[in-house]
Each structure stands twice: as structure tokens, then as C-alpha cells.
């Protein structure tokens, strides 16, 4: 069973801090992997997707990648209350999706 | 652009009646739409992927009687909820992959229908 674990949170940090999400995943011969936002009530919109090991910078977010350690992890430099929801990482495993269980982010003012 | 889009947004219905929901990709073209199933709380559970012109692919578990996928156009895939009953109820969402990126397999996800079934 493939499978990609995620901390459900939730994550409290307050705004203008740095949140950091991480990921594990089973699948070793995974090639890329996404983080995707998701509010309450509302279907995912992507953040970031990554394929290489290290470091992948999009504006206050960051993806991180280590598949010797089978990691991917999402920074969020200066927090705001608009941030909190729900970060689904989703590995993609030949022609699917393996979304984790979400971990809910709250930032408090 | 990427937009996909899913009609209804909401639906009710009595227990023994069959549901469809749509899903469209507005700006492009999908050769492969996916249909997810996510219960409160929970994480999106792949049910089947649909490709144009041919039948859906169910992940274990999901039974492809009850609920039909049909994947007519590039452009438009439908699931239609047989028989729905409460344990059905659930939010659906669909998302399509477009036929000529290359973003390694970015998915564009739809804006999820809420289905209740009394």
C-alpha cells in the first residue's frame, strides 16, 4: 500500500512566523510531489509542486525535497490568517495522485 | 486558464435516487479527468480515473455499478451516483489533467459538488 503521512494538526503559528509542513511518503520510486491548500468547504488548489532533491522557492513558500529520506516538507514564510486551512501533500505514483490526510494550519494574529 | 468546472455544487436527494455530476474543463482540452471522493475530515480518496473515449479505471473498493463514470469529451466526464444512499453523502470532486502540459502531471481540481442524501 503506497501511502503519504501527514501530522493533522493542527499546526498553531502566529502570523508573520514561519510554518513548516512536512510529508513522508512509502513509494521510493516516487518523482514528483505537490502541495496543494485547501479551505473548508472548498476543493484544492496547488501551492507548489517539486521533482528535484532540495529547495523550491515560490514566493513566501518553500518546497523542500529528500528522497534518500523520502521527505518533502512546505515552509511558509511570514504567516497570515489567510494561510490557515488545510495542506494536502499528494505524491504522484505512476499515473495518480496519493494525497496525505492534510495537516490544518492555524495562524492566529 | 485551467479552469475545470462541476455542476451541482450542491445536491439533495431521497435515499434510492440517482445523482449526476458534471465536470467540465472550461479552457482546455482533458485527455484524463479523475473523480475523488472526501469524507469530513478526511483526505481525498481516488475513486476512478477516466480517460476520453474509453472506460473508467475504479480503484479498489469502489464499485463501478454504482457508480458510473462516463468521459464522452475532451471536455466533459460524469458521475452518476446509483441508488444513493446516506453513507453516499460526501463531497466529490473532479479534476482533469490537460492534454498538452507538461507539468508533470498537474492536475487542475474542479470546485467539488456536496452531495446529502436523506
Known amino acids: 500500500q503506497k501511502e503519504v503521512e501527514q501530522n493533522s494538526g493542527p499546526l498553531s503559528v502566529p502570523e508573520g512566523a514561519i510554518a513548516s509542513l512536512n510529508c513522508t511518503y512509502s513509494?521510493?520510486?516516487?518523482?514528483?510531489f505537490f502541495w496543494y491548500r485547501q479551505y473548508s468547504g472548498k476543493s484544492p488548489e496547488l501551492i507548489m509542486f517539486?521533482?528535484?532533491?532540495g529547495d523550491k522557492e515560490d514566493g513566501r513558500f518553500t518546497a523542500q525535497l529528500n528522497k534518500a529520506s523520502q521527505y518533502v516538507s512546505l515552509l511558509i514564510r511570514d504567516s497570515q490568517p489567510s494561510d490557515s486551512a488545510t495542506y494536502l501533500c499528494?505524491?504522484?505514483?505512476?499515473?495518480?495522485?496519493?494525497f496525505g490526510t492534510g495537516t490544518r494550519l492555524q495562524v492566529f494574529p | 486558464g485551467a479552469v475545470v468546472s462541476q455542476h451541482p455544487s450542491r445536491v439533495i436527494c431521497k435515499s434510492g435516487t440517482s445523482v449526476k455530476i458534471e465536470c467540465r474543463s472550461l479552457d482546455f482540452q482533458a485527455t484524463t479527468m479523475f473523480w475523488y471522493r472526501q469524507f469530513p475530515k478526511q483526505s481525498l480518496m481516488l475513486m476512478a480515473t477516466s480517460n476520453e473515449g474509453s472506460k473508467a479505471t475504479y480503484e479498489q473498493g469502489v464499485e463501478k455499478d454504482k457508480f458510473l463514470i462516463n468521459h464522452a469529451s475532451l471536455t466533459l466526464s460524469t458521475l452518476t451516483v446509483t441508488s444513493a444512499h446516506p453513507e453516499d453523502s460526501s463531497f466529490y470532486i473532479c479534476?482533469?489533467?490537460?492534454?498538452?502540459?507538461?507539468?508533470?502531471?498537474?492536475?487542475?481540481f474542479g470546485p467539488g459538488t456536496r452531495l446529502t442524501v436523506l
Open positions: 517539486i521533482y528535484s532533491n
Open positions: 479534476s482533469a489533467r490537460a492534454l498538452h502540459r507538461s507539468s508533470y502531471n498537474e492536475q487542475f
Open positions: 513509494d521510493r520510486g516516487s518523482q514528483s
Open positions: 499528494a505524491v504522484r505514483s505512476t499515473d495518480k495522485l496519493i
